[in-house]
């Protein structure tokens, strides 16, 4: 999701930190019954299989593997199915039928071109969707990073459907009383900030990202401490370029992410573009406008939150702050984890740490 110059930094961990706080191959048996439209193309991961199915109005790509009760991850953006790879065969195997889609506007999952087709209220109907394409009537929530925005209002949109949840990467302390657009737009006013870009009109984001799909992600698929180039934009202002200047270029890539890895992401993208994923970042102020309902609401299904301890979105943040403002909108908030020296993308980059505390979580429910 982010990975900026030390002024962007600065300038992130002053906003984020509130602003963000809103938001085996073994199930084929399920094929015959479920109206399925297709198998899809081969998975790069063995033990993992790829179908597509029809969830609230359009067509999306789901990996899968293994039988039992249903775990429904949730991918951020520039992610992918593909960024579950080391948790899928791990719950799988620990006796769960698991499910990783393309979101709504990536992969092989349609892409609605109107923008308020990725509202809140859109994706989550997406989700609950699966459920009731799998015939499952509930299932554990797992999101990280978009995808745990979009899994906290979920779960308090459709409370009865999902038993309990895990949150990567973004926390979240309750409906706020101002929308978030305006908030950024105050704090940045002409300096750049990426989400700001992102909800620039005529598609400058994704025209940019889609015209060097590898020059973004290789940036962006970074740990904190990996060695970069000096960034060719250093003026802070927007009229000074766009983000991938903002980056310093990877110097090699980090020992969590293969060649093939890389590779297999950017081609994710490649296909599909990345309007899909900006549009999500463009319904900030309509999610906000459209959640009125969830002013004081709270989660009652057991919670758990983990994330990189050097992951800025968190911006500093301790266990004991990211406690409480979680615990104003939760109920059953079973643990915050802060796995050290960890950046933002925990499970790829601490995938044996992320799941043994996903784990340990799954088998106190």
Same mark, same amino acid.
């Given at each position: 999701m982010i990975r900026m110059t030390t002024n962007a930094l600065k300038d992130f961990g002053r906003v984020a930190a509130v602003a963000l706080l809103l938001y085996s191959a073994l199930s084929g048996?399920?094929?015959?019954?479920?109206?399925?439209?297709?198998?899809?193309?081969?998975?790069?991961?063995?033990?993992?299989?790829?179908?597509?199915?029809?969830?609230?109005? +359009? =067509? $999306?790509?789901? %990996?899968?593997?293994?039988t039992g009760p249903l775990i429904l991850l949730a991918h951020g953006w520039p992610e992918s199915w593909y960024s579950w790879?080391?948790? +899928? =065969? $791990?719950?799988? %195997?620990?006796?769960?039928?698991?499910v990783a889609p393309d979101m709504r506007g990536y992969g092989e999952t349609d892409?609605?071109?109107?923008?308020?087709?990725?509202?809140?209220?859109?994706i989550a109907g997406d989700l609950v969707g699966i459920l009731d394409a799998l015939d499952e009537e509930t299932a554990i929530l797992v999101g990280h990073d978009w995808g745990a925005i979009v899994a906290w209002s979920t779960v308090l949109l459709h409370p009865s459907r999902f038993t309990a949840l895990i949150a990567m990467s973004v926390p979240y302390g309750g409906r706020?009383?101002?929308?978030?657009?305006?908030?950024?737009?105050?704090?940045?006013?002409?300096?750049?900030?990426?989400?700001?870009y992102h909800n620039e009109p005529g598609g400058v984001a994704e025209a940019e990202y889609d015209a060097d799909p590898r020059g973004?992600?290789?940036?962006?698929?970074?740990?904190?401490?990996?060695?970069?180039?000096?960034?060719?934009i250093t003026d802070r202002h927007r009229s000074a370029g766009g983000w991938i200047g903002r980056l310093g270029a990877p110097k090699g890539l980090p020992d969590w992410l293969r060649q093939e890895?890389?590779?297999?992401?950017?081609?994710?993208?490649?296909?599909?573009?990345?309007?899909?994923?900006?549009?999500y970042y463009r319904n900030f102020h309509r999610n906000w406008e459209i959640t009125e309902e969830l002013q004081?609401?709270?989660?009652?299904?057991?919670?758990?939150?983990?994330?990189?301890?050097?992951?800025?979105?968190?911006?500093?943040?301790?266990?004991?702050?990211?406690?409480?403002?979680?615990?104003?909108?939760?109920?059953?908030?079973?643990?915050v984890v802060l796995i050290p020296e960890i950046g933002h993308w925990l499970q790829q980059e601490a995938p044996e740490e992320t799941n043994a505390v996903m784990m340990e979580f799954l088998n106190s429910l």
């Amino acid at each position: 999701m982010i990975r900026m110059t030390t002024n962007a930094l600065k300038d992130f961990g002053r906003v984020a930190a509130v602003a963000l706080l809103l938001y085996s191959a073994l199930s084929g048996h399920l094929l015959a019954q479920q109206g399925d439209i297709e198998m899809g193309t081969e998975s790069p991961v063995a033990g993992v299989t790829f179908r597509f199915i029809e969830s609230n109005g +359009i =067509t $999306m790509r789901i %990996a899968e593997a293994g039988t039992g009760p249903l775990i429904l991850l949730a991918h951020g953006w520039p992610e992918s199915w593909y960024s579950w790879r080391h948790q +899928i =065969t $791990m719950l799988a %195997a620990a006796g769960y039928h698991v499910v990783a889609p393309d979101m709504r506007g990536y992969g092989e999952t349609d892409k609605p071109a109107d923008v308020d087709d990725y509202d809140i209220k859109h994706i989550a109907g997406d989700l609950v969707g699966i459920l009731d394409a799998l015939d499952e009537e509930t299932a554990i929530l797992v999101g990280h990073d978009w995808g745990a925005i979009v899994a906290w209002s979920t779960v308090l949109l459709h409370p009865s459907r999902f038993t309990a949840l895990i949150a990567m990467s973004v926390p979240y302390g309750g409906r706020v009383a101002r929308s978030p657009m305006e908030s950024w737009r105050e704090a940045f006013g002409e300096n750049f900030f990426y989400i700001l870009y992102h909800n620039e009109p005529g598609g400058v984001a994704e025209a940019e990202y889609d015209a060097d799909p590898r020059g973004l992600i290789s940036r962006l698929y970074l740990s904190p401490s990996s060695p970069r180039e000096p960034a060719t934009i250093t003026d802070r202002h927007r009229s000074a370029g766009g983000w991938i200047g903002r980056l310093g270029a990877p110097k090699g890539l980090p020992d969590w992410l293969r060649q093939e890895d890389l590779d297999y992401v950017v081609s994710q993208f490649e296909n599909a573009g990345f309007r899909g994923g900006m549009n999500y970042y463009r319904n900030f102020h309509r999610n906000w406008e459209i959640t009125e309902e969830l002013q004081g609401a709270t989660i009652k299904v057991p919670v758990l939150f983990i994330a990189g301890s050097q992951d800025s979105v968190i911006a500093g943040g301790d266990k004991e702050s990211l406690t409480a403002t979680i615990s104003r909108a939760t109920e059953d908030l079973r643990d915050v984890v802060l796995i050290p020296e960890i950046g933002h993308w925990l499970q790829q980059e601490a995938p044996e740490e992320t799941n043994a505390v996903m784990m340990e979580f799954l088998n106190s429910l």
